[in-house]
């Protein structure tokens, strides 16, 4: 199975820093990667598909980046609705594995 | 509105049997691949099983392998688990979620229902 690990667990950061979350995958994934915001008793909510297309709908200051095994999320300018759990997921081989998320607090 | 509704969790003992449901609105059902996807209580998201959208390709989680079975009815746009022999790991939230897929097979999850919650316990 690939394993993907996501860096850092926690994170505390401030309305308006620029925050980049890291994900590793244990071969490679070529770009089937996808990022998934989810906020407490909510479902996750997909922001990235294809490690860095915009999903419809999702603010322009989340962007992705990446291939192979190493990739990243970063959020332009933190806004308050921003702060939430997220996480990275491998589509390229069955059984789809996510990373373990990571959790973005307010500083 | 495009949504996928989750329903049929609930309470049950370990060894016992629960059947989850996911009803679909909004789009073609038939043109999608579908996933459960599974969380336990304050741990992360974990992949449970795919279906394509002609039931032709089935794949499951080492997990569940051999005790969970994934079905869909396109007539019906659902999607169903059928859960056996269930152990206390498997208590957690459910989700449905759609899956559109590129050529080669690589479908990523677009759409996530709320949930349902299944708790095993004696």
């Known amino acids: 199975d690939i394993q993907m690990t996501q860096s850092p667990s926690t994170l505390s950061a401030s309305v308006g820093d620029r925050v980049t979350i890291t994900c590793r995958a244990s071969?490679?994934?070529?770009?089937?990667l996808a990022w998934f915001q989810q906020k407490p008793g909510k479902a996750p909510a997909l922001l990235i598909y294809?490690?860095?297309r915009l999903e419809s709908g999702v603010p322009s200051r989340f962007s992705g980046s990446g291939s192979g095994t190493e990739f990243t999320l970063t959020i332009s300018s933190l806004q308050p609705d921003d702060f939430a759990t997220y996480y990275c997921?491998?589509?390229?081989?069955?059984?789809?594995?996510f990373g373990q998320g990571t959790k973005l607090e307010i500083k | 509105e495009v949504q996928v509704v989750e329903s049929g969790g609930g309470l049950v003992k370990p060894g016992g049997s629960l059947r989850l449901s996911c009803a679909a609105s909004?789009?073609?059902?038939?043109?999608?691949?579908m996933n459960w996807v599974r969380q336990a209580p304050g741990k992360g998201l974990e992949w449970v099983s795919s279906?394509?959208?002609?039931?032709?390709?089935?794949y499951y989680a080492d997990s569940v392998k051999g005790r969970f079975t994934i079905s869909r009815d396109n007539a019906k746009n659902s999607l169903y688990l059928q859960m056996n022999s269930l152990r206390a790991e498997d208590t957690a939230v459910y989700y449905c979620?759609?899956?559109?897929?590129?050529?080669?097979?690589?479908?990523?999850?677009?759409?996530w229902g709320k949930g349902t919650t299944v708790t095993v316990s004696s």
């Open positions: 979620a759609r899956a559109p897929c590129y050529s080669g097979g690589s479908c990523h999850m677009d759409v």
């Open positions: 909004g789009f073609t059902f038939s043109n999608y691949s």
């Open positions: 279906i394509s959208s002609s039931r032709s390709y089935i």
């Open positions: 071969q490679s994934i070529s770009n089937w």
């Open positions: 294809k490690a860095s």
């Open positions: 997921q491998q589509y390229y081989t069955y059984p789809y594995t």
